[in-house]
Each structure stands twice: as C-alpha cells, then as structure tokens.
C-alpha cells in the first residue's frame, strides 16, 4: 500500500510538472493582441487572376512564362536571365546588397514571392502591375539591355518561343507589333510570377491554434517567438505598417535610410516613382490593361507626387524575411539582428514625418531584440 501512495503521487507530480511545462510554454495575449495576431491571415489567400492581363492564371501562360523566366532569351547579350537577380535558389532574390545585370544597380533585389497581392512594384512604386514590372527590367540597360525590337525580332525567329507565343495570344508573332510582343511577353512572365507564393509557416500554424483555442498546438510555437510577436503587434507598433496576411501595407515609408546612390546623387523613391508612373505607356490607365472599364487603375489615377515622398521605399512583407537579406532599398543593412537594431535606435531627425510620425525609436533591451528575431525567423 505504501508503494501504491508513493507511486501514485510520483505519477501526479509528473502530471503537475507536465502542466506546469504547458503553461510556462504559452504568453497571455490581450484580447487587442489576439485580434492583431488574427489579422496576419489565414495563409495562404486565395489566388485571384489579374483582371488587367488576359492570361492570368492560364496555364499554358504559366508554363510558357517560366521558360522564359529561365531563358537568355530576353538578355541582349544573352548571359543573363530573371534567375540571375531572382534565384529560386536564394528565394527568388540573389543575396547581394545590390543588384547586378549587365552592370550593377543602385537597388536592392526585391523577391519575386507573394507579388500578385501588391498593388504597387519596385521599391519606388513605378509599376501598378505585375506585367508591367516584368517589362522594366527587360528594357533597363544595367540589367537585361533589351528593347521591344531586340525581343519581337528574336520571337518572330525563334520556332520553339514562337509556337508557344501562338498557344497563348492565338496569334503568330508576325502579326503583331514589336511593342504588344514585348507587353505579351512581360503578361506571360506576370502570369509565371504569380504562382510564386510562400508555403505555410510556424507563425501561421501558431496562429490557426491561437483562432481554434487549441492550446496544445500552440504551445508547440517557441516561447521567444511568442514573446516577439508580443512585442510586434504591442510596443512595437509594426503592424502599422506590415499589415495583413502579407505582412505590408503594400504603400511607402521613410525608414530613416539613406537615399543617396552608391553610384553618386540622390534615388528619389517613390517621389520618383510617381515620375515613372505618369510617363509610363504600360500602366493600368493605359490600353494595355485588358480590363475594358481600366479597373484596378483608380489608385493610378489619383495617385501626386508631394514632398513626403522623398526617402519614401516599399513596405517590404515580412514573409520569407529570414532569407532574403541584406534589407532595405539600398542593401545597407545585413542581418535580420541589424534591421532590428536599426529601428531599435531609429534616428527620428532623419524622417519625412510631415507631422504624421509612424516610426519612432523602440528603445529595444537585448533580450526584447532576441525575441523580435525569434519571432521575424517563424515567417
């Protein structure tokens, strides 16, 4: 009997301390950060096909825009491909502080993951379509040095990219114009980079659990990571700017980063993105969308440039953060630990606030700047 009790009370205690181990493996989040949390989903969304560009989710289009994705064949020399700057390999971005082409550029490689959900592209915002952006840098000569007459000329002579162009727009390239041959092309490469999405991550599965009360799941998400997301939807205020499922606003912002070129003057961002947007014949305003009644184009359409926007860059997703460094427009930070210090001690003097004032110094002890890593590494 004696054994009986002492056994009984040695499987209780390891019943408590089993207990004990789930509880101290969950933060308590406010009913405010619960719902901040919910708002970073469900992940993935539901694919919708781009009303501007006609082959939008085909799958012929699909298929043919990752061969050339692939190819050499936009390149003018023919040493370069989409890959070169946007390598599945490297999460479709390359892992340089800034990008290089045929000669190197004053930006960082943006990955390609997740682009059907933005409304702007390029850290500048010079693009309101994914087609459109496909064609920029084709044309740039620091990058694929191409022209519209250099792609139509090697399509129309090319059988294999020819037949395939035919399956597609049910026209030879012969009968088309050198310039709706290259949109085409850049509408066949936007319908490939549309299906480049993120998998799931642990940040989703923790906050499918946290959505179903399912404590047991939850408990499986680390508890530095929890107490970083803590510190993300709380403190630190970052879902002001990294919103939603894609964690972005999809809009610009002044990080109190440099915006002078490596190269010499000064990059305009999305000031001089607006530029590009008004001078630009492949925008959602233009006859290349094929949506008859121009929708999406009303943000296009309404879209000034003001003072606010020098210094302003993209809001980047966070998804995939982890690997897809050096960070910001210009590459200048390294490690996901630098980004995280660089807002830590944010020079506020160095911003565009025009009195709105976003960002501010977090003011971060190490320990909160360990947990805001350990939450950023489950996207």
């Known amino acids: 009997m004696h054994h009986f009790v002492k056994g009984m009370f040695a499987s209780l205690g390891i019943i408590f301390a ?8 969950q933060n308590t989040f406010s009913e405010d950060e619960r719902a901040a949390i919910l708002s970073h989903g469900p992940w993935p969304p539901k694919l919708t096909p781009d009303p501007s ?21 936009l390149s003018a020399s023919r040493r370069h491909s989409c890959i070169t700057c946007h390598n599945p ?11 290089s082409g045929v000669s190197k550029v004053d930006r960082n490689t943006i990955s390609l993951a997740n682009l059907r959900l933005n409304r702007w592209f390029g850290w500048d915002g010079g693009s309101d379509n994914l087609w459109a952006q496909s064609i920029r840098p084709i ?47 850049g509408k066949a490469l936007a319908a490939y980079q549309e299906t480049i ?9 923790f906050r499918e659990a946290l959505a179903n009360n399912d404590n047991q799941k939850a408990n499986l998400y680390p508890l ?10 709380g403190k630190g205020k970052c879902g002001l700017c990294h919103q939603g499922a894609n964690f972005t606003n999809g809009e610009f912002d002044d990080a109190g980063v440099r915006y002078f070129k490596p190269s010499g003057g000064i990059d305009k961002g999305r000031f001089g993105g ?28 309404h879209v000034a440039r003001s003072h606010q926007n020098w210094g302003q860059f993209r809001v980047p997703s966070l998804r995939n ?18 980004v995280v210090m660089h807002y830590s001690s944010l020079n506020e003097e160095r911003l565009h606030l025009d009195g709105r004032g976003l960002l501010r110094s977090l003011n971060l002890s190490h320990q909160e700047i360990n947990d805001l890593i350990a939450f950023l590494e489950t996207l």
């Open 197 to 205: 999405v993120t998998p799931r991550t642990p940040f989703d599965q």
């Open 89 to 99: 390999n490297r999460a479709y971005a390359d892992g340089l502080a800034l990008s």
């Open 321 to 338: 953060v982890s690997q897809t460094g050096p960070y910001m427009h210009d590459g200048s930070l390294t490690t996901l630990r630098d």
């Open 274 to 301: 607006i530029q590009k947007l008004e001078k630009s014949p492949y925008t959602l305003l233009g006859r290349y969308n094929d949506n008859p009644s121009k929708v999406p184009g009303v943000a296009t359409r």
């Open 53 to 73: 560009n006609r082959v939008s989710g085909n799958q012929t289009a699909i298929a043919f825009g990752r061969e050339l994705f692939r190819s050499r064949f």
């Open 18 to 25: 089993a207990a004990s181990s789930l509880a101290s493996n």
């Open 224 to 233: 530095a990571a929890q107490r970083g997301l803590k510190i993300f939807v």
């Open 139 to 185: 044309l740039d000569p620091r990058e694929l040095n191409g022209s519209a007459t250099m792609v139509a000329k090697r399509l129309r002579n090319d059988i294999p990219f020819s037949r395939g162009y035919k399956a597609i727009f049910n026209a030879l390239p012969t009968n088309h114009t050198d310039e709706d041959i290259l949109v085409n092309l």
